[in-house]
Nanobody, 119 residues
Framework: QVQLVESGGGLVQAGGSLRLSCAAS????????MGWFRRPPGKEREFVAR????????YYADSVRGRSTISRDNAKNTVYLQMNSLKPEDTAVYYC????????????WGQGTQVTVSS
């Protein structure tokens, strides 16, 4: 089992920045690929970013590419999502997830952290 806890959300003005953190505990957590997802109000959950176990490979949704950076510190068992130039459409609950089998099948999810961007 892996437990994931997100933090760092909040209210920010458009154009501002936030850094989300996802602390992982449990077995073999550093060997997992990790992802960030979000659920905007009234919409389906959508992919935001992904990072492999070593941090050498990252992927981003078109909507955040160039404005966001996913990273990880395996010594701290933490994955980060740095978000810059935030827009009101970035308002959502943000979730981190772990992909133990590296097949894009995310088996473990955090409880989410709210990000609200005001215009």
């Amino acid at each position: 089992q892996v437990q994931l806890v997100e933090s760092g959300g909040g209210l920010v003005q458009a154009g501002g920045s936030l850094r989300l953190s996802c602390a992982a505990s449990g077995r073999a957590r550093n060997a997992y690929a990790m992802g960030w997802f979000r659920r905007p109000p009234g919409k389906e959950r959508e992919f935001v970013a992904r990072i492999n176990w070593s941090g050498s490979t990252t992927y981003y949704a078109d909507s955040v590419r160039g404005r966001s950076t996913i990273s990880r510190d395996n010594a701290k068992n933490t994955v980060y999502l740095q978000m810059n130039s935030l827009k009101p459409e970035d308002t959502a609950v943000y979730y981190c997830a772990a992909d133990p089998s590296n097949t894009y099948g995310y088996e473990y999810w955090g409880q989410g952290t709210q990000v609200t961007v005001s215009s």
